[in-house]
């Protein structure tokens, strides 16, 4: 009797789905649906907090005021998607430090991207170009993610990232047109973050072992593969209108298709950067734990003055 309700409970979800009616927390769901959604949405918060580090290693050192302002807004914007995306967990029943520890002891995952150095001012604009270029290009489609807030949450986030996306290619234009050490610089770190950042789309759709179901229930709108190639179709152009180039001796336009041809991803850097043998992963998470420390006292303090705030209330 109860498998006969529970498939019924499945087929009224899958048809709101198939109907793009937007799942909401207090819904029926699957469970296996909800731990997606909690994996994915947890990742994706993290992503956004352990992202702040790289360009938060250049806030000191931006070359002058308004690069500063623009970085230091930037890296703030990042905190607070990390932070909507947090609350998003919760509405699935996710507890906050619980998923917040887990990214700490290792065992959740966030973005390889965020696993590799950033060497120079250049790095600031190829990560807003590229980084914050791929996000939206991933991100745009969760807008209509069948999980309602993780989908309005992405709408305010995707507005964010273009700013991010266009303040990175100005720098990038920028250095390109300057001197030739400056344009050098620039070429060096689209030379550094262009692989990095294909592999921000995940593995290749024959190797994604969630992308089937997760298309199906519409939490992911398009493949892995299909969101990398729009990627690069958008990027190329941009690369050759500043006179840089696509450090990828196989990327050819294919005339007779329209479309880009571009070669092999390194899957072994890929899945290695992924198991935390990246050049980063260590002090990723070593900043991330140490943050959690310094930030004891605030905790506490806040703490404390809610339970004297509530102890006053009912005395
Ligand atoms: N890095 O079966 P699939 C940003 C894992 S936000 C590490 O294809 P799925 C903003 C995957 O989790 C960037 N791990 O998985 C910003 C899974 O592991 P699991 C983050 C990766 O979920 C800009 C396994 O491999 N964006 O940049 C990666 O269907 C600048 C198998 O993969 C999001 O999180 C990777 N690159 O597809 C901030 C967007 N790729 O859990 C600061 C939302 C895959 O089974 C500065 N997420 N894995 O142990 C998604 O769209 C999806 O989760 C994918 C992966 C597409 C990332």
Redesign the pocket.
Known sequence: MRDINISELERKFQEKIDNDVKIEPNDWMPEEYRQ?LI???S??AH??IV??L??GNWITRAPNLRRKAVLLA?VQD?AG?GLYLYSATETLGADREETIDDLHSGKA??????NYPTLTWADMGA??WL??G??IM??VP?CRCSYGPYARAMVRVCKE?SF?QRQGFEIMTQLAQGTPEQKAMAQDALNRFWWPAL?????SDA?????AQ?VQWKI?RHT?DE?RQQFVEVTVPQAELIGLTVPDKDLKFNEANGHYEFGEIDWTE?WE??KGNGPCNKDRLDARRKAKENGMWVREAANAFAAKRAARKSA
């Open positions: 997606t994996r994915q949405i990742q994706h992503s956004e992202g702040m790289p360009e930037k990042e998607h995952k966030y973005s390889s991207i965020f990560i807003g980084v914050d791929a996000a991933n991100q969760l990232e991010h592999m921000m789309f995940g593995p190797d994604s072992k969630h992308t997760s992911k892995n969101l890929f950067v992924v």
